[in-house]
Structure formats: C-alpha cells, structure tokens
T-cell receptor
Framework: EDQVTQSPEALRLQEGESSSLNCSYT??????LFWYRQDPGKGPEFLFT???AGEEKEKERLKATLTKKESFLHITAPKPEDSATYLC???????????FGGGTRVLVKP | GAVVSQHPSWVICKSGTSVKIECRSL??????MFWYRQFPKQSLMLMAT?????????EQGVEKDKFLINHASLTLSTLTVTSAHPEDSSFYIC????????????FGPGTRLTVL
C-alpha cells in the first residue's frame, strides 16, 4: 500500500529562520512527487512536481528536492506570509491517484 | 498556472435536500477530475475520480448513490450530494489534471457545505 508521511506535523519559525520539511514516501513506481501549499479555508495551491531522484526546483524562498525515499521542502529566510500548511503527495506509475501526507503546519512569527 | 474554479464557495442547506457543486477548469482541458473531502486539520481524502464521458470511479467506503459525479465535458464536473445529512458537512475540493502538461494536478478553492 502506498504511504506518504510528513514531518514534523507543525513547525514554528521566527522570521528569517530557515528550515526544512520532510516527506517520506513508499510508492510503487513513483510517477511524480507533488508539493502544495494550503491556506485555511482554501484549496491547495500547486507549488512543485518532482519526477526523479536528484531533481530540484525552486520558487522564491522555497526549494524542493527529491531522493529515492523522500523529498524535502526547504524554506529559506521565511516571512510571515509563508505561514500555511504544506502538503506533499505522490503518484504511482499505474493510475491517477495522489496519495497525500498529513501535512506540515508552518507558522512564521515576525 | 492552470486555474480551477468551484461554485458555490459555501452552501448551507437543510437535512434531506440535495446540493450540487460545480468544478470548472478555466484555461485548460481536464481529461481527469477528482473530488476530495477534507475534515478540519486533516489531509485530503479522495472520494472519486472521473474521466470525461465515463462513469466515475469511487474510493472504497464512498457511497456512489449519495455522491453523484458527472463529468460531462473537458472543463466541467459536478458533485451532487443527495439527501444531505449533518454528517455530510465538510469541505469539498475538486481537482483537475491537465494531460498535455504532464502529470500536474491543480485544485479548486473548495466548497464549504453545512447541513443543518
């Protein structure tokens, strides 16, 4: 059975304090590892898709990396507006279904 | 980026009534659409997957007669919650996959359903 586990569940950061979020996955034949940002009461906002180990993608203060077993979302010098829940999800080679992790709630204090 | 819209953004209804939620891909054609349900402080739970012109595939434990899904065109899918009860109150989110751009999947803003 496919599994995606995110850690930590919650993260409190001071503004400017860089950190990393972890997403461990067990998926048969990975066909994409996705990162989303979700604000309260809203749908997930697409951030990145990673397809193969060693791949990296960046967007502003966020950088996502992928290995054969896990993905990291690095937040560099975060600002209060980076406060949100970050979700990762994995898709296996066969099928359309995304398996989501439980999310990491990030709070950045000024 | 690709945009997915949902309507309504929130709805309050009486127990026993039916509610329809629309999901549209605004600037791309979605061969596959998904419906999720999310409880407070929990992650997304996939309810069903639908391909344009085909019957939806429901996840285990999701009642297909209660949650009717129609994917009539490449830009529109609807979810109808039939004979809604308070336990159906939740945040419903649709998602669409744009085949031509690879496997990226985009989400709508969600619909908050409250059944009294």
């Amino acid at each position: 059975e496919d599994q995606v586990t995110q850690s930590p569940e919650a993260l409190r950061l001071q503004e400017g304090e860089s950190s990393s979020l972890n997403c461990s996955y067990t998926v048969s034949g990975l066909r994409g590892l996705f990162w989303y940002r979700q604000d309260p009461g809203k749908g997930p906002e697409f951030l990145f898709t990673l397809y193969s180990a060693g791949e990296e993608k960046e967007k502003e203060r966020l950088k996502a990396t992928l290995t054969k077993k896990e993905s990291f979302l690095h937040i560099t010098a975060p600002k209060p507006e980076d406060s949100a829940t970050y979700l990762c999800a994995a898709r296996r080679a066969a099928g359309n279904k995304l398996t989501f992790g439980g999310g990491t709630r990030v709070l950045v204090k000024p | 980026g690709a945009v997915v819209s949902q309507h309504p953004s929130w709805v309050i209804c009486k127990s026993g009534t039916s509610v329809k939620i629309e999901c549209r891909s605004l600037d791309f054609q979605a061969t596959t659409m998904f419906w999720y349900r999310q409880f407070p402080k929990q992650s997304l739970m996939l309810m069903a997957t639908s391909n344009e012109g085909s019957k939806a595939t429901y996840e285990q434990g999701v009642e297909k007669d209660k949650f009717l899904i129609n994917h009539a065109s490449l830009t529109l899918s609807t979810l109808t919650v039939t004979s809604a009860h308070p336990e159906d109150s939740s945040f419903y989110i649709c998602s669409a996959r744009e085949w031509t751009s690879g496997s990226s999947q985009y989400f709508g803003p969600g619909t908050r359903l409250t059944v009294l």
